[in-house]
């Protein structure tokens, strides 16, 4: 089990609403517009980072409030998670686990958090930020510990870039201990990046071929994945760096390669349709490598709408063989009527959940 208890104030269009009772699948129906992503950003908002659509603080308030919000769920084991902002701190994210206070980065001990939305089908047309971001939210989940190092690698990144864009040449001392916190955390981070990789591409290959599209994926290293040696690097590369002003190498410049294989065709080439069905496929091998003693939560946001039959029914039955409890997004339940009688449902309407 995952998440249960869910409360959400003053987010977005839900003023006050409660979501108890929740089970393996649990299923947001309402037409469009009603608030059903909003559930599922909020419960995004409950692992480090920004959330599925990345929304600054201001954007997510209910507009008739004070300019606060708060999220909050029970894990099992009566573990308490929440985060918000107060209306006297409102540019100031909070988070809370059992009350008390703690960083953002601590979430991830408590809860695997992975989504799949449709504004991710641009994802292999968008540029390598956005893969890089996608990348390590997978290795989050995998690897909690993960938040912590990205956050040290873009720390160190960004002093160095500081220096880097001063008129006055930086003090070498100073250059080279930037250099080595930034080598030791970027190393981290690629190597969490390629185990993953690894570990993805071993249960993609476990998969049938059909009914979803297989993708092979490669890791494109914008640097040296050695601390020493990325260091090295660094330091060789100052005079070519501050001409540019910027860092150009590194695990910032990393790149996450998708092929349809069978085609051997870059993923941006691809059909819509064949897109998203790799994106699925890469969701599911996810799932299956989550730590069953680690509480994973599954956000799909109309996922199933846009499969025919045959697709829906083994989407359901790969995420009955995993461990992630699931949240999905529809219109209607027609096309979940292979799982209405397993799932907790709830119809949201304006901004209210009911149980139904």
């Known amino acids: 089990m995952g998440l249960d208890r869910v409360t959400l104030t003053h987010f977005r269009n839900h003023r006050a609403t409660r979501l108890d009772g929740s089970a393996r699948f649990n299923l947001l129906v309402g037409e469009n517009g009603a ?16 959330g599925l659509r990345r929304a600054a603080l201001s954007e997510i308030p209910d ?21 918000g902002v107060r209306p006297e701190r409102v540019g100031r994210r909070i988070v809370q686990v059992n009350g008390a206070e703690a960083p953002a980065v601590r979430l991830g001990e408590w809860l695997s958090v992975g989504w799949l939305t449709p504004a991710m089908d641009r994802l ?20 909690p510990g993960h938040a912590r190092t990205a956050a040290k690698l873009e720390s160190a990144l960004r002093e160095r870039n500081r220096l880097l864009a001063e008129p006055a040449e930086p003090d070498p001392q100073w250059l080279e201990a930037i250099e080595g916190q930034l080598a030791e955390a970027g190393a981290t981070v690629a190597q969490s990046r390629i185990r993953l990789i690894e570990r993805l591409a071993g249960a993609l290959a476990a998969l049938p071929e059909a009914p979803f599209a297989r993708p092979a994926l490669a890791y494109h290293p914008g640097g040296p994945v ?17 001409a540019a002003q910027r ?14 294989a069978g085609k051997d065709q870059p993923a941006a080439d691809c059909s819509t349709g064949e897109q998203k069905a790799m994106l699925i496929a890469i969701t599911l091998a996810h799932a299956g490598l989550l730590d069953p003693d680690r509480p994973g939560v599954l956000l799909l946001d109309e996922v199933a709408a846009h499969l025919d039959p045959v697709r829906r029914e083994a989407l359901f039955e790969r995420l009955r063989e995993g461990t992630a409890q699931v949240w999905l997004t529809g219109t209607e339940l027609a096309p979940f009527e292979a799982i209405t009688g397993e799932a907790a449902t709830w119809r949201v309407s304006e901004g209210l959940a009911e149980r139904i």
């Not at 292999?124 to 690897?143: C, I, K």
Request: positive net charge; charged residues 25%; proline residues 2%.
């Open 247 to 260: 860092t150009l190498v590194g695990p910032h410049r990393d790149e996450l390669l998708v092929t349809m």
């Open 226 to 242: 050695v601390a020493d040696e990325l260091s090295a690097a660094l330091a060789a590369s100052r005079r070519r760096d501050r």
């Open 124 to 143: 292999f047309a968008e540029g390598a930020g956005a893969r890089r971001r996608y990348l390590d939210r997978l290795v989050l989940a995998l690897e």
């Open 63 to 83: 507009k008739h409030g004070d300019g606060s919000f708060s999220v909050s769920a029970e894990l099992t084991g009566a573990v308490t998670l929440g985060t």
């Open 35 to 50: 608030g059903k992503t909003n559930v599922l950003e909020a419960l995004s908002l409950l692992a480090p980072g920004r």
